[in-house]
């Protein structure tokens, strides 16, 4: 099953619970939440009491992408803020296991993230613990990037990975996806897709089914494959 996980980085913020329901009563699966600190990546983005404004605002899973170093101290926050799964860079906790119990421990799934630079052997003694493994295609730290084509080949090696735990863990890509390369990403393993400015940039009138078209076409991409 495919899913579509439109990153809000890329949202009217002043108008964010709209383009929440907006962009899922489209077809969308899930909210990528995209948290940035300014020191971990050079952006500053957005916190828990944004994540708590929204969690009344939708059913769909709320998917938190911790882009903050350290991050034990801000993930039971998202976790009472009402985040279904959250996920974090490895370099960016002291104890990567640890990370995943706390996670767990506070009633969400648990992502593990690895930049375009960081090597896939952090998985060999987690994978077993993880729900989510997310492959960036862009350093992260800003949105509307190009697409890095070496996150085909880290897909294709994390898909194996996964296929051989027998564990159904989401294998999630994020940076520079569009409808045109859609299809290639999925081939490559991926199950669920980010995409921000591909989808927000779609649509900037007042019209609820204006994402209706973008969403559409993702669909009919990955129905090729």
């Given amino acids: ?59 769909a899973i709320i998917d938190v992408h911790l882009m903050v170093q350290p991050v034990d101290r801000i993930i039971p926050d998202f976790a009472k803020a009402g985040a279904n799964i959250i996920s974090f860079h490895p370099e960016a906790s002291n104890h990567i296991d640890r990370t995943i119990g706390l996670i767990k421990e506070q009633g969400c799934k648990a992502g593990l993230v690895f930049n375009p630079a960081t090597p ?40 194996k990975r996964i296929d051989a735990s027998g564990k159904d863990i989401m294998l999630e890509i994020d940076g520079g996806v569009k409808v045109d390369n859609i299809a290639e990403i999925a081939r490559a393993g991926a199950d669920t897709f980010v995409a ?27 129905a090729k494959v």
């Fill in 1 to 59: 099953m495919y899913r579509l996980a439109p990153s809000i980085l890329s949202a009217n913020f002043a108008k964010l619970g709209q383009e929440v329901t907006d962009v899922i009563d489209s077809g969308a699966d899930i909210i990528h939440f995209d948290v940035m600190d300014n020191h971990y990546v050079p952006n500053l983005t957005i916190g828990p009491l944004v994540c708590e404004a929204l969690r009344p605002v939708t059913d």
């Fill in 120 to 159: 896939l052997h952090y998985l060999d003694h987690v994978l077993d613990k993880l729900d989510l493994v997310l492959i960036m295609s862009v350093n992260p730290g800003f949105g509307g990037q190009t697409f890095i084509p070496e996150a085909l080949n880290k897909l294709r090696a994390v898909r």
């Fill in 196 to 222: 921000g400015s591909a989808v927000y940039q779609a649509g900037k009138d007042a019209d609820p089914h204006r994402y209706d078209s973008i969403v559409a076409a993702f669909r009919a991409e990955l």
